[in-house]
């Protein structure tokens, strides 16, 4: 008898399973002629910065890591000192999947779950948190974290981050955003400017589930946050001495438009394939994800048939779409799912 798993897809298995685009690839190509400075003070990684600026409109400081869980764990531990804590809704990124590291890179620091639909932050419990008392036997919030997209696939509404960020601010917290499906909200209709205006801190541009190679853009918007923040980044292991290795991809991204095109044809396959499920769709699909209710007997029929895919973190079966996903992937997939329905 065949092992499914020698044989298995894993197309649909997350967005960051697909290779790089060609886009990033020639232009790490490119950058990786002749010799450079190093620790990214090359002409390579400041024409990258000044890309990823320009996207923003905002004079912010920039730098590229090669994870997007150092880029949340080492801003938080600049945002916060060890006995202070990080709001952020419970199936966030930084709650759920990183292994404590924003703890152990900020020596401490603690993580407070909030609720919210979809992986959207509820204002009413963010207000609450606010609300509670500082004592000096429990880690008080001194930076709120958001997600967009979000882990299930939401885009928040400007004017939704714009009452979030405002309520931590009157509090005095820092806003940290995590960006690593940013581009698929911005092809959804998410203004990519508004991160300046509406007074987010620090933020992680994603490049890695774009179609890079292995990159994250880590924007500082608050000036006060640029010192030492080169120290911060080697300490933690994150200041490569081939830094334009890391940058490059960027400037084809950004140059030819394809950060965001190539976005926007994950979204579309996503939307393709929520069409096509006989599944109930858990949670409406905005970005590059589709989350559906399926029983256990049903999924593990599905990975009989070839396809690997994750149940998530709230029980619901996880798709999710890439630069690379093809519409005959999605088809057979959609063929199959209706087969074990």
């Known amino acids: 008898m065949t092992d499914p798993s020698a044989t298995a897809r894993y197309d649909f298995a997350s967005d960051n399973v697909a290779g790089a685009c060609p886009e990033a690839l020639e232009a790490l190509i490119a950058a990786n002629a002749g010799f450079a400075s190093g620790y990214g003070t090359d002409r390579v990684t400041a024409r990258a910065a000044e890309r990823v600026r320009s996207v923003l409109d905002a004079d912010a400081d920039v730098r590229f890591v090669a994870s997007g869980t150092a880029a949340n764990a ?8 060890p006995f202070e804590a990080v709001l952020a809704h419970a199936h966030a990124h930084v709650c759920t999947d990183e292994t404590g590291a924003p703890g152990f890179f900020g020596h401490g620091l603690g993580l407070i779950p909030l609720p919210g639909p979809s992986g959207r932050i509820e204002a009413g419990a963010l207000e609450a948190a606010l609300q509670a008392p500082e004592v000096s036997y429990r880690q008080s919030a001194a930076a709120l974290s958001l997600t967009q997209a979000t882990e299930y696939g939401r885009v928040y509404a400007e004017a939704e981050l714009e009452a979030l960020i405002a309520a931590a601010k009157a509090r005095g917290l820092a806003v940290h955003l995590d960006g690593a499906r940013i581009a698929n909200a911005v092809a959804a209709g998410f203004d990519l400017k508004a991160l300046k205006r509406l007074g987010v801190d620090a933020a992680v ?53 394809a950060w965001i095109s190539r976005a926007a044809h994950a979204n579309a396959m996503a939307r393709r394939l929520a069409a096509l499920t006989p599944f109930p769709v858990r949670h409406p699909v905005e970005a590059n994800g589709v989350f559906v209710d399926m029983a256990e007997d049903r999924l593990q029929a599905l990975r009989a048939r070839g396809w690997f895919v994750y149940r998530f973190t709230d029980g619901s079966v996880r ?9 005959e992937s999605v088809d057979a997939l959609a063929a199959d799912l209706k087969a074990i329905a």
């Open 74 to 81: 080492v801003i938080l531990a600049a945002l916060c000192r």
């Open 205 to 257: 541009l994603g490049g890695t589930k774009a179609g890079m190679p292995l990159s994250e853009a880590v924007v500082l918007f608050d000036p006060a946050l640029s010192r030492r923040f080169d120290a911060r980044l080697k300490q933690a292991g994150q200041l490569p001495s081939k830094g334009r290795m890391l940058s490059a991809p960027w400037i084809g991204m950004l140059e030819s438009g």
């Open 319 to 327: 798709f999710m779409c890439s630069w690379a996903t093809t519409p």
